[in-house]
């Protein structure tokens, strides 16, 4: 999927103009768990990549409204949305990169991903441009799928508490219901039921 992203920002076919950083949002997304949103509005001054480990403060997000149109709101969906994350290396490689890849006043917002007029992002156009790139064997992946990615993950190693503060959730009732994949595998009771085994002389 990864490779087809990569593929899609590359190529010069006609249509609508490409992001060239598809692929960094995604990772970012895969470190983190954010929502688009989220993401989108994620500004330099709330990371922090000299802290051990480096750091991201989620302070707000994209809303579209009939009074201030496409904006930064300076706070997320809701106030356990205010969250610091820790950053996996390959996000904090990918962060370090471009920083130092950006020109001097091309971004007035100070955004980590900006658009290319150096305001914010459209959550929809970044999951029209998702839907173009991700290609067809990956149809099923949304933004939503990287989010119960991360949390999944963070459930099997840490716990669905843990789980649920990386997700912005004031618990983990609404993150196990809704974000965690249901683990198939039982518990291991073969000793258990070898029992039965032992008691009908098998063996």
Do not use: C
Not at 176 to 201: C, K, M, W
Request: hydrophobic fraction near 35%; avoid cysteine; glycine fraction near 10%.
């Amino acid at each position: 999927m990864r490779q087809n992203i990569k593929a899609w920002q590359d190529s010069g076919t006609m249509g609508p103009r490409k992001s060239k950083d598809l692929v960094d949002k995604v990772d970012l997304f895969i470190a983190t768990g954010l929502r688009p949103g989220e993401l989108l509005a994620l500004p330099w001054e709330d990371v922090d990549l000299k802290a051990e480990p480096a750091t991201i403060e989620v302070t707000g997000t994209i809303k579209r409204t009939k009074a201030q149109k496409l904006h930064r709101q300076a706070y997320p969906k809701t106030e356990h949305g205010k969250r610091i994350l820790g950053l996996p290396d390959f996000a904090v490689k990918m962060l370090v990169r471009r920083k130092l890849a950006e020109e001097p006043g091309s971004n007035p917002m100070g955004l980590i991903f900006p658009s290319r007029a150096g305001g914010v992002i459209d959550p929809g156009n970044f999951r029209r441009q998702w839907r173009e790139a991700r290609g067809e064997e990956f149809e099923w992946v949304k933004p939503s799928s990287f989010r119960k990615a991360v949390t999944t993950l963070i459930e099997r190693e840490a716990g669905s508490v843990v789980a649920s503060r990386q997700l912005g959730h004031s618990s983990d009732l609404v993150t196990v219901r809704h974000y965690i994949e249901r683990n198939r595998a039982t518990p291991d009771t073969t000793g258990i039921l070898e029992q039965f085994g032992q008691a009908s002389g098998e063996g």
